[in-house]
């Protein structure tokens, strides 16, 4: 009898867990769709639905401290909320923007997150962080050709020597090594048939 019990309640927090995993989803699809920044509201709108007070540069700083710490804690709701929170009072907040990348990336949206990278990078063509995590995203999406791009442009940007620029050094090698094997081939191939 304990055993069913145990049972049901592993099977119940497993339901539970699915459905809050299927909901937190349905969010981020249903974000895709809700522009980044709300629309400013005309006055006749409710107190209740404006966006909060503009915040100050010290806040934006605090706001992004938390976020990251809500990222880094795994908790991306409250990290995806307060990375909106900035672009509500800051449109152009590149770091924030980069990091919902990194949110969507995580979240197996690549396509979104390289949108919101680009957009960070048209604010700020240096932001390396961008093109470090844009780069990821495009490795991982199998765009090895973008991924390279956006390494190389990240690398210029970087010191030489740091752990950063190893990292991307050795991806760029694994992509050029794991694509000269399908170069080989195809041209082993085309032989073939002639």
Sequence with gaps: ??????????????????????????GYVAS????????????????????GPSLSLSEIDSALKAAHASLDAGDLQAAW??????????????????????????????DEAIKLYDRALSLNPKYAHALFDKGQALK??????????????????VPPDSDDAKRVKGWIAEMARSDNPQKENAGTSKRLVE
Excluded: C, W
């Design 32 to 51: 895709a769709f809700v522009p980044l920044v709300r629309p400013t509201q005309s006055p006749a709108s409710s107190a209740s639905t404006a966006p």
């Design 140 to 157: 991982e999406k199998g765009d090895a050709k973008g991924a390279t791009e956006a390494f190389h442009r990240f690398l210029t940007l």
């Design 81 to 110: 909320e307060k990375y909106h929170q900035i672009l509500i009072t800051d449109r152009s907040n590149a770091e924030a923007l980069t990091h919902l990348g990194i949110i969507l990336t995580q979240s197996n949206r690549p």
């Design 1 to 26: 009898m304990e055993e069913q019990r145990s049972a049901g309640k592993i099977r119940l927090v497993i339901m539970l867990g699915s459905a809050l995993a299927v909901g937190f989803l349905l």
